[in-house]
Structure formats: structure tokens, C-alpha cells
């Protein structure tokens, strides 16, 4: 039994309903500050860690994110007080590829962390190079924002169709699964929502959190965009999913066992992107583009490629490019969103 294990049986056995939502195990699994998975400081990503990123492939994701920063740059007419916004920026490293690459002077990287273990590793890393801020709140005029592998990590209610209703998952002492009533008003709200033509035992995500970060994200000051990358699914493939798509990973393995070795494994889920979509264009955002990460950097990639004048890709860059956009690698699984914020 895990340390986080110990701790939750305790913590739902003096619960008044004797359960607590899956998204609030989710939530201590992950982000706790001694014993979940995250909690403790950045994981090791890439062959020695859990699972691997687009940023684990090398540093060319970082470059074509500084190719988008620059374009963003220029149709906000080059404004001196333009800034990066990283969100969920792990250990630096995707932070430090994009500034590498980056050609717009004198602009700001700023960093929204706010575990201290995680400031103190991307400080190690990049120094002065970046200043971190608490809030979008407190971002300049005119900016580009970015986060790379951020919703999928954020808790979320499970439910499941018993044939008449839809149910939340809720976890009792002995770390079972229970069907219980929706646990908020939000929630019984998003469940309204759902089809209910479909066979008893249908499972699906909802990520509340991913709703309430998207309305902050419409909130936020500033004119200029906003890049999301990340696993995902249109609504129509999620419900081609009766299982939904939450998974445990651990050493690269991944399985459905989502309440084993909790605090050690990584819980991640596939966006749904359909849903995200909604919820920022209600609040304002405007789609500029949205597609599979394969196509979506193949065009960005495009003006660069031609540029090279016959000369190609050398062997290593080559092979980053065709692990983030072949299909049967990153290119398919990986979804890209651009929006954009006009208006103050």
C-alpha cells in the first residue's frame, strides 16, 4: 500500500457519505504535495521516465513554437511589450528550447508555476532568463501563451450510464468505485448534456477543472493567442469509447487499473477537445486553427522547410520532425488548438 493509499482510506472512512469523488482522489494522486505524483518536483520524462512528450523528441517542438511566437509577434504590429506566457512548463526544458530558437528582441518569458519544487528546478535550469508570475492577471498588453500537455493532467469526474441515469464514480475506504448521485450542481449540469441513447455501463471523463481554466483563460488581458497542445478526441470519438479514455502510466506501460499505486503512477485522460472548443467560444475566443499535431506543424513547419532551399533536414532534426507529425508516432494522438483574444 502507498503512502497516498493510507492516507485517502483514512480521509474517506471520516467523510460524512463515507466516498469522495474520483476527482478529488485524482486531484491527491497527482498533486499532493509529499505523496502524489507530481507533487513532489518534475518527473523524469523520456526513456527513463513514465511516458514520453513532444518535447522529449528534442528541441525542434520548441523551435516551431518560437516560429508561431514570432508570427504572433508580427501581427500585433511587433509591440515592445510582447511577452511569452508558459503554463505548466515541467522542468524548463521546452521553455529553454523556444528560447533558443526565438528571434523577437528583448521579450519577456514569463512562467505560471505555482509549486515551488517545480520554480526551483526551471530556475536551475534557466536562470534569469525567465521571471515567474502568479497569475495571467498579471500579463503584459499584448502576449503569446502556451502550455504543452497541461488539461490532460487535471482531475476529472468520472460517470457511467446505468441505463435510466447518468452516475458519478465516487471511491469508498476500500479504494472500489461506487456509483453515487452527481457530487455538485456543475457537474449534474455538464451531465444534462450527455446522450443517454447508449448501453448501460458507458463511461466518459468530465473535466470540470478544464472548464474553469478555459473561462480564465478568456478572462485574461491581454490581445495576442493562445496554443494548446495535447492528447485528445472530438466528442464523436469519445463516445465511440464505452470504457472512456482515463488511463494509468507508469514505465511506459498503461493500463485501465486507475486506483493502483496511487501517488506512483501517473492518471491522465484524453482532452475533449469539442467541449473545450464550446466552452472558449462562448467566453469570447476565436479558433484560428485546430488540428491533429501532425498537420498542424507540417503547416507551420512549411515557410521554414522552404527556406532551406534543397538543402533538407540534418539526420537528428529529421528524425524530430517525424516523431512529432508521422501518424503512427505523435502526429495522430496529438491535437493542437490556436486561439485568439482581440480585445482587452
Known amino acids: 500500500m502507498t503512502a497516498l493509499e493510507t492516507l485517502l482510506r483514512e480521509q474517506i472512512s471520516t467523510a460524512p457519505s463515507g466516498l469522495l469523488p474520483f476527482a478529488a482522489v485524482m486531484e491527491l494522486a497527482l498533486y499532493h504535495p509529499q505523496h502524489g505524483y507530481y507533487g513532489p518536483g518534475p518527473r523524469r520524462l523520456g526513456r527513463s521516465g513514465d511516458f514520453y512528450t513532444s518535447v522529449s523528441t528534442g528541441p525542434l517542438f520548441g523551435k516551431l513554437l518560437a516560429m508561431l511566437a514570432r508570427h504572433e509577434w508580427d501581427k500585433l504590429g511587433q509591440p515592445a511589450d510582447f511577452a511569452l506566457i508558459e503554463q505548466g512548463a515541467h522542468d524548463g526544458q521546452l521553455a529553454e528550447d523556444i528560447l533558443t530558437a526565438l528571434d523577437i528582441p528583448a521579450t519577456r518569458y514569463l512562467l505560471l508555476e505555482p509549486n515551488p519544487r517545480y520554480r526551483e528546478a526551471q530556475r536551475q535550469r534557466l536562470g534569469d532568463r525567465v521571471t515567474w508570475i502568479e497569475s495571467l492577471a498579471e500579463a503584459p498588453a499584448h502576449a503569446f501563451y502556451l502550455c504543452n500537455e497541461l488539461p490532460d493532467a487535471f482531475p476529472v469526474h468520472l460517470v457511467r450510464w446505468d441505463g435510466q441515469n447518468w452516475l458519478e464514480l465516487h471511491v469508498d475506504a476500500a479504494l472500489n468505485l461506487v456509483p453515487a448521485p452527481p ?113 498542424f506543424l507540417t503547416r507551420l513547419a512549411a515557410p521554414w522547410l522552404a527556406s532551406l532551399e534543397g538543402r533538407g533536414l540534418n539526420a537528428a532534426t529529421l528524425r524530430q520532425f517525424q516523431s512529432l507529425t508521422h501518424p503512427a508516432i505523435m502526429g495522430r494522438s496529438f491535437r493542437c488548438l490556436w486561439m485568439g483574444k482581440e480585445t482587452r
Open 183 to 295: 457530487s455538485s450542481p456543475e457537474l449534474a449540469a455538464e451531465v444534462e448534456k450527455l446522450p443517454r441513447d447508449l448501453d448501460p455501463g458507458h463511461t466518459m471523463e468530465i473535466s470540470l477543472a478544464m472548464l474553469t481554466w478555459v473561462r480564465q483563460l478568456a478572462q485574461v488581458p491581454f490581445c495576442g493567442s493562445f496554443f494548446i497542445a495535447d492528447y485528445g478526441l472530438d466528442a464523436e470519438e469519445f463516445l465511440a469509447r464505452p470504457a472512456g479514455t482515463l488511463r494509468r502510466y507508469r514505465q511506459h506501460q498503461t493500463d485501465d487499473q486507475i486506483l493502483a499505486d496511487l501517488g506512483e503512477s501517473d492518471l491522465t485522460t484524453s482532452i475533449n477537445f469539442t467541449r473545450l472548443i464550446t466552452e472558449a467560444e462562448s467566453h469570447g475566443l476565436r479558433v484560428l486553427d485546430y488540428d491533429h499535431q501532425g498537420r
